[in-house]
């Protein structure tokens, strides 16, 4: 009776050691992320955490946040963020060179509220037409550090009416997407990064900003020399670069960019 009560014994304490073995190779991921991929991140998450065991902790702001959070020492293993201010934190010597990763390309669009008629913006005067037509616009703040809203700051001025759009923009009170305030009637039109305006219900896309006019916003991933895990960190850039990922990516209106890591 003994002897055979043994086996089982040594079964429990087989699994015990195999439940703790998994215990101390997963690791805590903690992400410091742009707006323009919280989606894409948040879609990801569940499936990176099922793939590898480890778990993230995701933390998203714009462009210029992110930057300023991370600069001002909030812990973080990895960084997700705009490919200049990735290549400023690596000369720092925050980040790991050898663990950049481009991710995807981001465009900036421009939204109408539901079923509203869709003004012509194919060009740089059709497109002035239509926002001096307009009653009221919305943008990402640029005083937020969105790269979209500085950008599109910056079309204003080419465009010369800066002045004229002043008094008929409407801003969020913090970051997030725009077209929130074109789907409740607040904005006529909105203009934001195309990855943020399609998950808002309640509006149509008008189309991307014209070439001249545009705004590629190139999206990398890497390391940070502080990370608690590197492993675990690596195991995340990589999986943002497999096949798994570049479909959600295209499904959240980015284009992913699937050129070997950089040196």
Do not use: C, W
């Not at 590898?52 to 995701?58: D, I």
């Not at 995807?104 to 109408?112: I, K, N, Q, T």
């Not at 590197?230 to 992913?256: N, Q, Y």
């Amino acid at each position: 009776m003994k002897k055979r009560s043994l086996v089982p014994m040594r079964n429990v304490a087989l699994l015990l050691f195999l439940f703790a073995a998994t215990q101390v190779m997963a690791a805590e991921v903690r992400v410091l992320s742009t707006l323009a991929i919280k989606e894409v991140m948040e879609d990801l998450e569940p499936k990176f955490e099922r793939a590898t065991g480890h778990k993230l902790v995701l933390a998203f702001g714009s462009s210029g946040a992110i930057a300023k959070r991370f600069k001002e020492g909030e812990a973080a293993d990895v960084v997700i963020t705009s490919r200049q201010a990735i290549d400023s934190f690596v000369k720092d010597g925050k980040l790991v060179a050898s663990s950049v990763a481009v991710l995807a390309s981001a465009s900036v669009g421009v939204a109408v509220r539901k079923g509203a008629p869709k003004p012509d913006i194919s060009t740089p005067e059709a497109l002035k037409r239509a926002l001096l037509a307009a009653r009221s616009i919305t943008y990402s703040n640029p005083a937020g550090g969105g790269a979209s809203g500085i950008h599109f700051g910056k079309v204003l001025d080419s465009l010369g009416i800066t002045d004229e759009m002043k008094a008929k923009t409407v801003f969020l009170p913090k970051s997030g997407p725009v077209a929130v305030l074109v789907a409740g009637g607040e904005a006529e039109l909105g203009v934001q990064q195309l990855q943020e305006l399609l998950p808002v219900e309640g509006i149509d896309v008008v189309g991307l900003l014209p070439a001249e006019l545009q705004l590629t916003n190139v999206v990398s991933a890497a390391i940070t020399s502080s990370a608690g895990d590197a492993a675990a960190s690596r195991a995340l850039v990589d999986f943002m670069r497999t096949p798994e990922a570049a479909t959600v990516i295209k499904a959240k209106g980015m284009e992913p960019i699937t050129a070997p890591r950089e040196p």
